[in-house]
């Protein structure tokens, strides 16, 4: 059996990964071709391109793409087209994968399509699309389904493989030995993101406000992870030109541990959201894009808020500044709040349990089980 797959995102291959090692538990000897990070290829996967040429944001930055983009593509249309596999998983990405799902399941590919693209919050028209070009969507979160059942596409709610691997019961003074931190400091855990346009946008705004933070509690210590090297050597660089007296620790792919070690988490706005809910810790959500984009965003854009924590909760529930609001004194008034609040922290754990339980429903398996009945029901 052949499956192919393409992640264009980090969190997407953590996805990938997940479901290569389910489906392999099911079929040992299943073999995977397609585009992914390093998760995915030590899980077996044949990779054709370096994920990073895929990793792109905005609007504006994919138009300057746009002729690499193609070549990928339509490199994966003859491959696909030639060595038929027995189903293709698009992972996330769906500017990308959408496109080439269609014209693979034109030439008599099974689809499967995980993780819904956002119709529920712009571009709802997209449905239409989504449906000519898969034969399942897996959805990661409850609200997802119902868009779908309203245009009869199929889909399958699977849970979030992070609420699977991730404890009910986060154990921060576990988290803090593993990173050989002080048991008894408070600690901000900054997150500026695992893309570069992300860290160009968003590092001077974190670095500010964990300036300000330390001057009015000057006992306070930050850490950080990068997604790599490039990215931690990039953000190193930032702190050093604008505050190098910052008592910052940096780490490497230790994420996780940083957001379970931490008090409460400045992060970028995306999959590090969920994580941070799942981890029961406080947070406060930032974004920002290059003006034009964030311009045109702002216009398409139909739900109020961007952080995963809210749009579950349908409010709210954390702190989120996007563009023009994410200033140094605004992100840093809020992370001070939590850090002298600790009853609101007690708070937000509760409601992050109920979401954690929610989400837990064995995904990875889940997926796997959906993406085999559609090689079935098409031999």
């Not at 030439?107 to 449906?131: C, E, L, N, T």
């Not at 992300?198 to 590092?203: A, G, I, T």
């Amino acid at each position: 059996m052949n499956i192919g797959m393409v992640a264009g995102e980090a969190s997407g291959s953590i996805l990938g990964a997940g479901l290569i090692h389910a489906l392999r538990d099911k079929q040992p000897d299943i073999q995977f071709s397609g585009i992914g990070g390093a998760d995915m290829i030590a899980a077996g996967l044949h990779n054709f391109f370096d994920i990073e040429r895929l990793t792109v944001m905005g609007f504006i930055e994919p138009l300057r793409r746009l002729p690499d983009l193609f070549r990928i593509r339509n490199h994966l249309y003859r491959y696909y087209t030639q060595h038929k596999p027995d189903v293709f998983v698009g992972i996330d990405y769906p500017g990308f994968n959408l496109n080439i799902e269609l014209k693979l399941r034109k030439a008599g590919i099974p689809i499967v399509h995980y993780v819904s693209p956002s119709v529920w919050a712009w571009k709802q028209k997209r449905i239409f699309k989504i449906a000519k070009a898969t034969d399942l969507v897996l959805t990661l979160l409850p609200f997802e389904n119902e868009i779908y059942d309203r245009y009869q596409v199929p889909v399958t709610f699977v849970g979030h493989p992070l609420a699977d691997a991730i404890p009910l019961q986060p154990d921060k003074a576990a988290a803090r030995q593993s990173l050989n931190l002080e048991p008894d400091t408070q600690y901000v855990a900054l997150l500026p993101g695992s893309r570069r346009g992300e860290l160009q946008l968003l590092s001077e705004p974190f670095i500010a406000a964990a300036e300000l933070c330390w001057q009015r509690k000057k006992n306070i210590k930050f850490i950080t992870s990068a997604a790599n090297a490039l990215r931690n050597k990039e953000f190193q660089a930032h702190v050093q030109r604008l505050l190098p007296n910052l008592p910052i620790q940096f780490f490497e792919g230790r994420s996780h541990d940083v957001m379970a070690a931490a008090d409460v988490v400045l992060l970028a706005s995306g999959t590090a959201t969920l994580e941070t809910l799942l981890f029961k810790r406080p947070m406060v959500i930032a974004y920002r894009l290059p003006n034009i984009t964030y311009q045109i965003a702002r216009r398409l854009v139909k739900i109020p808020y961007v952080g995963m924590p809210n749009l579950l909760t349908q409010k709210q529930t954390v702190p989120e500044f996007i563009q023009d609001d994410a200033t140094p004194k605004n992100l840093s008034n809020a992370l001070l709040d939590f850090l002298d609040h600790p009853e609101k922290t007690q708070r937000l754990q509760e409601t992050f349990l109920q979401i954690h339980q929610q989400l837990r429903c064995n995904a990875n398996q889940r997926a796997a089980e959906a993406v085999l009945r559609v090689i079935q029901q098409r031999k």
